[in-house]
T-cell receptor
Framework: DGGITQSPKYLFRKEGQNVTLSCEQN?????MYWYRQDPGQGLRLIYY???????QKGDIAEGYSVSREKKESFPLTVTSAQKNPTAFYLC???????????FGDGTRLSIL | GDSVTQMEGPVTLSEEAFLTINCTYT??????LFWYVQYPGEGLQLLLK?????DKGSNKGFEATYRKETTSFHLEKGSVQVSDSAVYFC?????????????FGTGTQLKVEL
């Protein structure tokens, strides 16, 4: 079945450590996105990519980095510069930039 | 800037009650509007959409009409079930030339009881 796969489902980070969240899609979508969800808040856009080898900062990009070397993959690295990384991270994709986004099941990141 | 405002939750209803979740938006252009649903521990699922004024989106008994004059996109369902318990997000999509952006409301939690 086609879809968006995020892994791992749960992730723990030590202080000063970088961690990478995986997002893979087999929908042949051009655009991919990363959001952060905090309790009681809506989703906030971290980074997005409309085409392979290109990506743009969203509203809260500081402390995060991404790459888009393949169409189907858009990994997110949470760096040690992100001082409050505990959140639920959601990856999404869409066929083109103007079409609805489809979401993965998320990765919950916590600090040890 | 663009924004979406939803009614605060939680909304608690008895099974078979009528549901309305209010959503209003502010946008500089002509957005597409969406409702997403999030079940516990899961990602968001697209529930319905409307791309222009007076469009009605519908799915699984839920409906919402794009009202440009009131900048609203209220979600309704005639008879809710316990399985509808989830968090519902209203969102707008606006293509600005520099890229599109999906702007979300803060979500409204719905609890349906027997």
């Amino acid at each position: 079945d086609g879809g968006i796969t995020q892994s791992p489902k749960y992730l723990f980070r030590k202080e000063g450590q970088n961690v990478t969240l995986s997002c893979e899609q087999n929908l042949n979508h051009d655009a991919m996105y990363w959001y952060r969800q905090d309790p009681g808040q809506g989703l906030r856009l971290i980074y997005y990519s409309h085409i392979v080898n290109d990506f743009q900062k969203g509203d809260i990009a500081e402390g995060y980095s991404v790459s888009r070397e393949k169409k189907e993959s858009f990994p997110l690295t949470v760096t040690s510069a992100q001082k409050n990384p505990t959140a639920f991270y959601l990856c999404a994709s869409s066929p083109t930039v103007n079409q609805p986004q489809h979401f993965g099941d998320g990765t919950r990141l916590s600090i040890l | 800037g663009d924004s979406v405002t939803q009614m605060e939750g939680p909304v608690t209803l008895s099974e078979e009650a009528f549901l309305t979740i209010n959503c209003t938006y502010t946008a500089t252009g002509y957005p597409s509007l969406f409702w997403y649903v999030q079940y516990p521990g899961e990602g968001l699922q697209l529930l319905l959409k409307a791309t222009k004024a007076d469009d009605k989106g519908s799915n699984k008994g839920f409906e919402a009409t794009y009202r440009k004059e009131t900048t609203s996109f209220h979600l309704e369902k005639g008879s809710v079930q316990v399985s509808d318990s989830a968090v519902y997000f209203c969102a707008l999509l606006l293509f600005t030339g520099g890229g599109n952006k999906l702007t979300f409301g803060t979500g409204t939690q719905l609890k349906v009881e027997l």
